[in-house]
């Protein structure tokens, strides 16, 4: 407050001295040039001269301001820019989600060089793109991504991918994800990529090859994971089988499937599958190999499916696949696949009454299996032809009951 009433009594000094200077002489200045005269006090001169230096003070910070980027002014309207395209891009994100392609693309690609990070519009313009079936103007797009940030590789590699799957171009899409897999090896996302190309391409090798990595990175549940097994496996045993039609060598053949089962371990949970194993293995020959998984498949986790198969090996010691099978009575008494094997291991023993005894048994526990036939061919050999004849009856009505309803004469 001091200062303050002080800076005052000293103006007021001040300007009571040019007060008085001023009335006692006003003074005389005479500027002539080029024809030109001005004529003024020296007073007014000096306060024409204040006022020029103030305004020529204000006119330095305005064009200073104006003419440099980094002031306030650049600043202000950079920022104005900036929003405008922020609210662009946001719009464009909400027309993308709401599957307005063609506007989200539009304002997407506007508004990407007045961002921060043109990336994101660039990548999501290209989806906008992709989805209206237009994979020239999705390419363009994706480039202009990676001009805009090549430190993004993966980023921008990985939307090329979903891209060229959903165009169905295959062959570029596994281009793409196996660089992006030599990037991240363990990215969950483009290993299962990865599995829907295999899987279109038929590329069963090498989603073969996949198949230990998504198991222990826990790509796939445990369905999902046997389901990817079971086609891999019936479309590589269809090649083997052709091969075997074409008369390669059958022990080869039998390495080759055993091989395949113990890649794909998560089919002995399956038994359609297990059955389909034994049976390919006793197809091919080898008995020896077939009753062992059989027999340990069964010691494991019994299969009504698998059972049945151990009735079609052919080995000349019939009596110990015999002995097993009655060993698993004990343990599966209400199996009826089990009694119908135990019937036809005996009848090759030439075992009759043992072999009618474990038909009947098999009958007693589903009466539509084949322990029905086995059982009337037996009787009907054996001499016991009205038996048989009955049993043929009983087959025939349940033959009959699948027959369509047609009018008879």
């Known amino acids: 407050m001091r200062k303050l009433l002080f800076l005052l009594v000293i103006m007021m000094a001040v300007g009571g001295v040019l007060g008085l200077l001023m009335r006692q002489d006003s003074g005389y200045v005479l500027v002539a040039y080029n024809g030109v005269t001005i004529e003024t006090s020296l007073w007014v001169l000096v306060v024409a001269m204040i006022i020029a230096l103030f305004v020529l003070s204000w006119v330095k910070r305005i064009l200073f301001i104006a003419l440099r980027p980094s002031n306030s002014l650049a600043k202000v309207t950079g920022n104005l820019a900036q929003k405008r395209a922020s609210r662009n891009t946001i719009r464009g994100m909400l027309e993308l989600i709401g599957g307005n392609w063609n506007k989200a693309e539009k304002l997407l690609t506007n508004s990407a060089e007045k961002v921060p990070y043109p990336l994101i519009n660039y990548i999501s313009a290209a989806y906008a793109a992709s989805e209206q079936d237009e994979p020239e103007r999705s390419k363009a797009l994706l480039r202009s991504a990676h001009q805009s940030a090549p430190e993004a590789e993966f980023a921008i590699g990985f939307a090329q991918s979903q891209i060229q799957i959903k165009q169905e171009h295959y062959e570029g899409a596994l281009a793409s994800l196996l660089r992006l897999q030599k990037l991240k090896p363990k990215h969950k996302q483009v290993l299962k990529m990865l599995v829907t190309v295999y899987k279109q391409l038929k590329d069963w090798d090498a989603l073969l090859a996949l198949t230990p990595t998504l198991k222990k990175d826990g790509i796939f549940d445990d369905d999902n994971m046997l389901e990817l097994e079971r086609n891999a496996f019936l479309a590589l045993l269809d090649k083997i089988k052709f091969r075997n039609k074409l008369g390669q060598n059958s022990k080869e053949l039998v390495a080759e499937v055993e091989s395949l089962w113990n890649k794909l371990d998560t089919l002995s949970q399956d038994d359609r599958m297990r059955q389909l194993y034994a049976h390919t293995l006793i197809h091919f020959g080898d008995s020896t190999k077939a009753e062992s998984f059989i027999r340990h498949s069964l010691n494991h986790r019994w299969s009504e499916e698998l059972v049945y198969e151990y009735g079609n090996i052919q080995q000349d010691n019939t009596k110990k696949l015999l002995v097993n099978c009655e060993n698993w009575l ?60 009955e049993l043929m009856m009983i087959n025939l009505s349940h033959a009959s009951n699948q027959l369509k309803p047609l009018p008879l004469p």
């Open 330 to 389: 004990k343990k599966e008494p209400a199996s009826a696949n089990l009694y119908l094997v135990c019937g036809r291991l005996s009848q090759k023993m030439m075992l009759w009454g043992k072999a009618r005894d474990y038909y009947e048994q098999s009958l007693s526990l589903d009466s539509h299996n084949e322990a029905l036939a086995e059982l009337s061919r037996l009787l009907k050999a054996m001499g016991d032809t009205k038996a048989s004849q």
